[in-house]
């Protein structure tokens, strides 16, 4: 059901680096002393991929080089099923133990994972080809997670006093059950935060998990995996299964009694379907096209140095990543200027240290599309103010950090999800004109807005259709904030991660009411029209006392 990153061929490594491209380029970060084969060992991949149910195997790659990563169990849709019976049998268990204890499994994780983050972050780094400070991110996101829902996942949970039907008379008290076994179907591109990160208010609401990572990005899923168990989980309650979406993701969704996806929309509908026909829920994070607008009152310095983080993090492969700059014409001269000078100084690299500011491409998929819409643009009359090349004498997936203006309608860069290090940028005259621009998509996850006015920028805000919008931020406030909801409205999703409304979705509301003293009905020798001239005027009085 995911899709691939290596649908294509992948193409040979080069054993020689090429020069780089005529007249220059972004700079390259200089390489670190260790290698791919230093980190991942056979006795590594060994050890992560014990727990995976698969009777078959498949390979994942690096995309710094092309090169074969690891050699993976790949799993069928009977080894899916297999997984779900050993993912039951373990959660009736685990829903046992109180949601104290369960969540200070999650606060156990929060310590192990900062103090053995290098070992993530060279996964990471390996697996994604993003950069090391980009790897970090993921990091801050899953221990922010994992202290939120440790911290306030019993007070989410606990049962909840209600107003009875008659007060005094009604005790009513709302529970909230395990929904089961959560089917999660993870992507590739934040292979740490949107697999155990997603995970975790799961298990704290007393659920089990069978989730299938990408392929190319398993073994950082499966490391996380190991830390839970060393930090309390019961080893049965997270099951690992691997393969090709098409072939392992509809038996996830098949065997789920809850499905939380992360990908393209074009997927998602399908995963909707799929659990619609089974009457369970669904969440789903989706794709975007996301905007940035900066307001006459910006502050352009601080308002470009913004737009590098929001549109090129990650090298772009980022759902709430900035594709399109909306910008005031007075000042957008201005903006684009010292946007486009910091763009071109970004520096590329391949080293698993700090240092680089940009990655490469996920892979060949990746770099198809990025070429694409810019060459098609450029074709069809737009202008290339930083950027525009690939760069294979860093990587074979290697492409420069691009700002596009003169884009439009026609142009599929305008319209499509790149999910690549290219941006484009429109003027603009009034607000008006920038809310129906930025608001011009059948998208709606994120959204950035610049202005030196803070009470403007939220009332601006209020008006765009996006789950979440930062205020002289990109991205990072919105979601780093966990103790508030996170998600798409239209196309770009369903439902929310993060606050009470992540971890409520994987629970079912349960109301229990207990009657005293007296029925509901006729009774002490009331007949009918009795009983209803009483009820008729208990129901006035309640709500003359706004009794609710």
Known sequence: MTDS???????????????????????????????????????????????????????????????????????????????????????????????????????????????????????????????????????????????????????????????????????????????????????????????????????????????????????????????????????????????????????????????????????????????????????????????????????????????VRGCFSSAGQLCVSIERLYVHASLADDFVARFAARTRALRLGTGLAYGADMGSLAGPRQLETVTRHVEEAVAKGATVLAGGRARPDIGPYFYEPTVLEGVQAPMAVCAEETFGPVVSVYRFHDEDEAVSLANATPYGLNASVWTGDGRRGRAFAARLRTGTVNVNESYAAAYGSAASPMGGMRDSGLGRRHGSEGILRYTEAQTVAQQRLVPLAPAFGLDDEAYARLMTGGLRALKALRLR
């Open 5 to 307: 990153r290596h649908s294509a061929p992948l193409p040979a490594p080069s054993t020689t680096a090429s020069a780089p491209p005529p007249g220059g380029g972004n700079p390259v970060a200089p390489p670190s002393a260790r290698s791919a084969a230093d980190v991942v060992t056979p006795a590594l991949v060994a050890r992560l991929t014990r727990p995976v149910v698969g009777s078959g195997t498949t390979v994942s790659h690096t995309p710094f080089t092309g090169e074969v990563l690891a050699e993976l169990p790949e799993s069928t849709p009977e080894d899916v099923a297999t997984a779900f019976a050993a993912a039951r049998e373990a959660q009736r268990r685990w829903a046992a133990v109180p949601a104290r204890r369960r969540c200070a499994v999650l606060l156990r994780f929060h310590d192990l994972l900062l103090r053995r983050q290098s070992e993530v972050l060279d996964l990471i780094q390996l697996e994604t080809g993003k950069a090391r400070l980009h790897a970090h991110e993921e990091v801050q996101a899953v221990a922010v997670a994992a202290r939120h829902y440790g911290l306030k996942g019993p007070a989410y949970l606990r049962p909840r006093s209600r107003t009875g039907v008659v007060p005094g008379l009604t005790k009513v008290a709302e529970l909230r059950q395990p929904r089961g076994v959560v089917g999660q179907i993870a992507p590739w591109n934040y292979p740490l935060e949107l697999s155990v990160g997603d995970a975790l208010p799961a298990f704290a609401a007393g659920n089990a998990v069978v989730m299938k990572p990408d392929t190319e990005t398993a073994l950082t899923a499966l490391w996380a995996r190991e830390l839970l168990m060393e930090a309390g989980l019961p080893e049965g309650v997270w099951q690992v299964v691997v393969g090709e979406g098409p072939v392992v993701g509809p038996a996830v969704v098949a065997g789920a009694d809850y499905v939380s996806f992360t990908g393209s929309t074009r997927t998602g509908r399908e995963v909707a379907r799929s659990a619609a026909g089974r009457l369970v829920g669904c969440s789903l994070e989706l794709g975007g096209k996301n905007a940035m607008v900066v307001l006459r009152d910006a502050d352009v310095e601080k308002a470009a140095a913004g737009a």
